[in-house]
């Protein structure tokens, strides 16, 4: 499995932005595929994924601002940021793994920078 990230930049608090995660490598279908984030000093926390079938799951500093969704077409996965905030600012992983499994395979990370 390779997965891409990028979309990450500067922006302002309240600003927007997306995230984009392109899968490849197996069958898309199969994976769950999530975002993750790290801040400076802290450790690496989970931020939302999505099954192939619609669910979601989110962290609850990030519901009702962030969303996840999938383009199963594409293998991409997707993060719209809204509403941002100096304390959303880190990079961001994208991540997949099969059912059942621990997440196992990463991209390379994007940097979201929120300016207060």
């Known amino acids: 499995v390779q997965l891409q990230a990028s979309g990450g930049g500067l922006v302002q608090a309240g600003g927007s932005l997306r995230l984009s995660c392109a899968f490849s490598g197996r069958t898309f279908s199969n994976y769950i595929v999530g975002w993750f984030r790290q801040a400076p000093g802290k450790e690496r926390e989970f931020v939302a994924d999505?099954?192939?079938?619609?669910?979601?799951n989110y962290a609850d500093s990030v519901k009702g601002r962030f969303t996840i969704s999938r383009d199963n077409a594409k293998n991409t996965v997707y993060l719209q940021m809204s509403s941002l905030k100096f304390a959303d600012t880190a990079v961001y992983y994208c991540?997949?793994?099969?059912?059942?499994?621990?997440?196992?395979?990463w991209g390379q990370g994007t940097q979201v920078t929120v300016s207060s």
């Open positions: 999505r099954y192939y079938g619609g669910s979601t």
């Open positions: 991540a997949a793994k099969l059912i059942g499994r621990e997440y196992n395979y």
